[in-house]
């Protein structure tokens, strides 16, 4: 059964930095890799980590060099799209060897895992919030949803408004063009996002949206007009995602409370 662990937003800085001067997302995403490890022994082989951007904060090489070095106890195969955070060219650079990338151009890839394709898509816009899917990554996800199988589409920014007005005025621009290439498709598609530092699931047109919760701080689900922007503390931990006779998706929160208690 093809299985990934979901990581998204870890937005490394190198210490002693932190992030808006009160997150150590080093230790965070430290103890997220822990969780994720003592995991694996619970649910078993698990083919891949795909993480849905915001790798880094400031796009800085050696922000992506840390995040390869806490993410290596968990030995395993690694695919990764960029966020709004993150900048293609150090990001390039610092996964060469994983031979993810194409040499120039967006960030796009595709994996098979056990019967699972599994697409990434570039959304980044350098120097904005916001998000795009181009022409030739629209082409790219055309081509690769070409497959009557089950499919995990990467993507930092949700095909969908979450209803926190900050994170709208910065969300993804062309849905519309996005929906119809994902309508032409006859595959069992999932969508995998971050950007909301939260755990939601939306939908483009008949296709569900997942977005994974951050490691490192939590936005709040506020649709007041006043609502406060900004984060909270607070780990939200990773997700799992596999296929067998259709998909599933759990969250794993970074901390449970004492137990098992029998019941
Ligand atoms: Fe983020």
């Known amino acids: 059964?093809?299985?990934?662990?979901?990581?998204?937003?870890?937005?490394?800085?190198?210490?002693?930095?932190?992030?808006?001067?009160?997150?150590?997302?080093?230790?965070?995403?430290?103890?997220c890799v822990?969780?994720?490890?003592?995991?694996?022994?619970?649910?078993?082989?698990?083919?891949?980590?795909?993480?849905?951007?915001?790798?880094s904060d400031d796009g800085s090489m050696e922000s992506y060099e840390?995040?390869?070095?806490?993410?290596?106890?968990?030995?395993?195969?690694?695919?990764a799209i960029p966020g709004n955070h993150d900048l293609r060219e150090p990001m390039r650079t610092a996964f060469r060897d994983l031979d993810l990338f194409d040499q120039s151009g967006r960030l796009?890839?595709?994996?098979?895992?056990?019967?699972?394709?599994?697409?990434?898509?570039?959304?980044?816009?350098?120097?904005?919030?916001?998000?795009?899917?181009?022409?030739?990554?629209?082409?790219?996800?055309?081509?690769t949803l070409s497959t009557h199988g089950p499919v995990l589409l990467a993507m930092h920014h949700p095909p969908f408004m979450s209803g926190i007005r900050f994170m709208d005025?910065?969300?993804?621009?062309?849905?519309?063009?996005?929906?119809g290439v994902l309508q032409g498709s006859d595959a069992d598609i999932r969508i995998l996002c971050g950007h909301l530092h939260l755990s939601a699931t939306g939908a483009a047109g008949r296709i569900p949206a997942i977005v994974g919760p951050s490691p490192c701080s939590?936005?709040?689900?506020?649709?007041?007009?006043?609502?406060?922007?900004?984060?909270?503390?607070g780990s939200g931990g990773f997700m799992v995602?596999?296929?067998?006779?259709?998909?599933?998706?759990?969250?794993?929160?970074?901390?449970?409370?004492?137990?098992?208690?029998?019941?």
């Open 66 to 79: 840390l995040f390869r070095r806490i993410v290596a106890p968990l030995d395993l195969p690694l695919l």
């Open 1 to 31: 059964m093809p299985r990934i662990l979901h990581i998204t937003d870890t937005h490394l800085v190198v210490p002693p930095a932190l992030v808006s001067g009160v997150l150590d997302t080093a230790k965070l995403f430290e103890e």
């Open 218 to 233: 939590t936005f709040q689900f506020d649709f007041r007009a006043e609502a406060p922007v900004g984060f909270f503390l």
């Open 241 to 263: 995602h596999d296929w067998s006779e259709g998909f599933r998706s759990v969250h794993i929160p970074a901390r449970i409370g004492d137990g098992p208690f029998p019941f």
């Open 108 to 143: 796009n890839w595709v994996r098979d895992i056990g019967g699972l394709r599994v697409i990434g898509i570039d959304t980044l816009v350098e120097g904005s919030g916001g998000g795009e899917v181009d022409d030739a990554t629209l082409g790219f996800l055309e081509e």
């Open 34 to 55: 822990a969780t994720a490890a003592a995991a694996l022994l619970r649910i078993g082989p698990v083919d891949a980590v795909v993480v849905t951007g915001d790798l």
């Open 169 to 179: 005025g910065i969300g993804l621009a062309g849905i519309e063009k996005l929906r």
